[in-house]
């Protein structure tokens, strides 16, 4: 069980869940695209998972693959969800909504250049993930001084969510993907004014009945 909120800020970091056929293998980026029923489902899991822990906000990217997911938690908890456009995944510019086995096709060096400068690389016309994780760390700021003893929900993209807490925890952003989730996965950091502990990571990860 985690102890209760006093002193500190509980974010509650939920990737969104998967999305529907024909757009797993698309380049969203900040876009949108819809969940899979099975996606809803595991949204609607959320609210189960947390259990007793209270929700005091409900935070979600204005884009409906975290926006529907993150409607699913609040309504369970008496919530309204909250738009947020500084919570999107990066725009990856030309790129963006095109099918990546099309974009390697086309571009292969530059595809090749962005996952192996993770992070630092931005598709043609986009941004980088740091850029992206930048805009994050800034709604954040403007968000803690009001969040002191609150458990705040974040619905949000993998990459931005492993990212976002990397720069917590003074990691480099090329580390970052040691923290990743899987879809619809979850992990709890608690925020200090001195510092972040990383109270909870991936909590299903040995559960059987949880894909």
């Not at 002191?148 to 993998?158: E, H, I």
Request: hydrophobic share 50%; proline share 5%.
């Amino acid at each position: 069980m985690l102890g209760p909120v006093e002193d500190f800020c509980r974010l509650v970091l939920l990737r969104h869940p998967e999305l529907a056929p024909g757009h797993t293998d698309v380049v969203v980026g900040g876009g949108e695209a819809p969940l899979a029923r099975r996606g809803l489902e595991r949204a609607a899991r959320w609210d189960r998972q947390l259990g007793a822990l209270e929700l005091d906000a409900v935070f979600a990217a204005d884009v409906s693959q975290c926006l529907d997911a993150g409607k699913v938690l609040a309504h369970a908890r008496g919530l309204e969800v909250r738009p947020e456009p500084r919570l999107r995944d990066q725009a990856m510019g030309r790129w963006q909504g095109q099918r990546w086995n099309e974009v390697a096709a086309a571009e292969p060096d530059a595809v090749r250049d962005f996952f192996a400068q993770f992070g630092d690389f931005k598709a043609p016309d986009g941004e980088s993930l740091g850029a992206a994780v930048e805009r994050v760390l800034a709604w954040w700021q403007e968000v803690a001084p009001h969040a002191l003893s609150q458990t705040v929900a974040v619905v949000m993209a993998g990459n931005l969510i492993s990212g976002f807490v990397a720069a917590l925890l003074g990691m480099r952003l090329s580390r970052a993907v040691s923290l990743s989730l899987p879809h619809g996965a979850l992990g709890v950091i608690d925020v200090y004014g001195n510092g972040v502990r990383l109270a909870a990571w991936h909590v299903d990860a040995l559960r059987e009945d949880v894909a």
